[in-house]
């Protein structure tokens, strides 16, 4: 709050120029008029302020906020997201547990993959360009790409911490075969399955924005429209979607994946708490 | 020692047991029926077993173990960190495959783990995502026992081990105690015919040590189990055994028997338990002078020298009969 009216602050009094670097009240505008609300919260205070003087012909189309550009990035970005995300888990999972189970494969992919967790995601849209075409297969393709190597990575890591102690255990009790797996490793895997989910989770969020950003298809994610503010040369946008994408990404980890980790570290007494 | 009681032809059919001096104490053990033995199944037999740490057999880990346990009979295998006494255990249990030699459980060949010879660890080795009652059922679960019996008998587990008001407790909410109670009662749920126990109390303070020997021995005199029980402690061998199996290292021979003929409940503080664990550990004491002594010679002589074979096998003495 103190850096926020200090930053605000500083505009009004030494006048910067808004159109290098914005202040919060620009930021807010550029927010809700992405909603389909017009403010002026950037303007000089004035009777009228913080309501709009005159018409912006550069604006959006008016309509209600459920169809303003914003809602619909949210939403087109959380689609892609399920749906990648999704491909990627299951892509990972089946390669973490294999690469635990089978040495050899692990000895073989471990390495390479080790490597191309290390390839930042972006660098997989020239390929995706060239192999997909720059449409939504293409996307998905560098959100799989940028994710599913870390969630197997973390997942076999994970794996290996399991004590083989549960494993004797289990067959000491007549756990044989696929029953071993389906109620001993699978339950014992919980930890470290939750784990790899919520860094691939990050990972995947990161590559899905990129790959918005610089494959521009009909329906535009939160990566689109920060492209678009730059186009527009619209500074006050730029900051205000990379806000959102934080909170966005913030809000999926805080609500979802840590709540998820936590409650299965309290089940298994590994949480502080 | 004037509770010195002779009590001959008490126990015959145990090896050393005829001309020995038979402890009976004054309280609480007169009038306790001792569990029968050598009748019904559980008997446990190693024949032969060898086994190495490295493929080419130059290190190894026990040789020559012959090693029976009769139905109903608490066998305790005590010897030093290193001897591999867990790795007999092991064996007897199936996780290990011995190099040499044959487990049998009343006549069928050992081939793998399984429930009929359930094992409690030093570790626990409970499932923390169970409570402690599902951790219980586990075994039947696996075995395919309807729901409702299942229910009935993890009930008994339960009150057999004095948990029931702690079953719906999760792994971590159990103290160290606790833990090693459901991880016996999840091995007795399965009506094994034989328990092993792998030092299943060296992690507890010797409080809840004494507290769970006690209750081991109440648990073995109501179930009749035949328990081959490993622990690196004399003194909880002679606290629970009828038959302790001393174990050597640099390989793991059995190099004695020692028939235990004291009555079960036993009292721990009697000096009679007391004068048995002295003379256990001088056993082992001067086998490893003895053992060293050896290594000291043959390293200064600086060659090969055969294993000592003079006065090795599967001696019994009964040490009860020196006190």
């Known amino acids: ?273 | 020692m004037e509770q010195l009681v002779r009590l001959p032809q008490q126990s015959p059919q145990r090896i050393g047991a005829r001309d020995a001096a038979v402890v009976e104490f004054p309280t609480p053990a007169q009038g306790q029926v001792q569990p029968p033995r050598g009748q019904g199944r559980g008997r446990l037999e190693m024949v032969g077993i060898d086994k190495n740490f490295s493929a080419d057999g130059k290190v190894p880990a026990v040789r020559g173990i012959d090693l029976a346990c009769e139905p109903g009979e608490f066998v305790v295998v005590v010897g030093p960190s290193g001897c591999g006494k867990s790795t007999l255990l092991n064996i007897a249990a199936g996780m290990i495959k011995p190099d040499a030699g044959t487990v049998r459980l009343d006549g069928h060949r050992v081939k793998g783990p399984g429930p009929d010879r359930a094992m409690v660890f030093q570790e626990h080795g409970l499932f923390p995502w169970l409570s402690a009652s599902q951790n219980i059922a586990f075994g039947l679960k696996m075995a395919g026992v309807p729901r409702r019996e299942r229910e009935d008998r993890v009930d008994n587990a339960l009150q057999m081990v004095h948990l029931t008001h702690s079953a719906d407790k999760l792994v971590h909410e159990l103290s160290g105690g606790m833990r090693q109670r459901v991880a016996i009662a999840r091995a007795l749920v399965m009506d094994p015919s034989v328990l092993l126990m792998d030092e299943p109390f060296a992690a507890l303070d010797a409080q809840t040590r004494t507290l769970l020997h006690a209750q081991l021995q109440e648990l073995w005199i109501q179930t009749h189990k035949t328990i081959l029980f490993v622990t690196h402690s004399v003194g909880e061998a002679v606290r629970l055994a009828d038959k302790i199996v001393i174990l050597h290292s640099h390989p793991g021979r059995i190099r004695r028997t020692v028939d235990v003929a004291l009555p079960h409940p036993r009292n721990f503080d009697s000096p009679d338990i007391t004068e048995l664990v002295r003379l256990v550990r001088k056993e082992i004491e001067d086998e490893v002078n003895r053992v060293n002594a050896e290594m000291a010679a043959e390293a200064a002589e600086d060659r090969w020298k055969p294993s000592p074979a003079g006065g090795v096998g599967d001696h019994s003495v009964d040490v009860g009969g020196g006190i």
Not at chain 1, 106 to 111: A, H, I, K, S, W
Not at chain 1, 197 to 214: N, T, V
């Open chain 1, 1 to 273: 709050m103190i850096i926020l009216s200090t930053w605000e602050g500083a505009y009004r009094v030494v006048h910067w120029r808004p159109y290098v670097f914005p202040a919060p009240s620009h930021v807010l505008d550029a927010t809700l008029s992405m909603l389909n609300v017009r403010t002026a919260f950037g303007d000089p205070v004035t009777s009228h302020w913080p309501r709009v003087v005159g018409g912006d012909p550069q604006g959006p189309t008016a309509g209600p906020w459920y169809h303003s550009q914003l809602v619909e990035a949210v939403l087109t970005s959380s689609v892609r997201l399920l749906a990648g995300f999704g491909v990627s888990i299951l892509l990972g999972v089946t390669l973490g547990l294999a690469m635990w189970r089978w040495e050899e494969l692990d000895r073989f992919l471990g390495p390479l993959f080790l490597g191309m967790q290390t390839l930042p995601s972006v660098c997989w849209v020239p390929l995706a360009v060239l192999t997909f075409g720059i449409n939504e297969r293409g996307i998905l393709f560098v959100l799989v790409m940028g994710s599913f190597f870390a969630i197997a990575i973390a997942l076999r890591d994970g794996l290996r911490t399991i004590p083989p102690l549960y494993q004797r255990a289990g067959l000491m009790m007549g756990a044989r075969g696929w029953k071993l797996y389906r109620y001993v490793l699978l339950p014992a895997s919980l930890p470290a399955m939750t784990t790899s989910l919520r860094q691939g989770f990050s990972f995947a969020w990161r590559s899905l924005m990129g790959g918005e950003l610089i494959l521009f298809v009909e329906r535009h994610g939160l990566g689109a429209l920060l492209e678009t503010g730059r186009t527009s040369s619209d500074v006050a946008q730029v900051v205000a979607v990379m806000i959102l994408m934080v909170l966005v990404g913030m809000a999926a980890d805080r609500w979802g994946f840590a709540k998820l980790q936590q409650r299965v570290q309290a089940r298994f007494g590994l949480a502080a708490r």
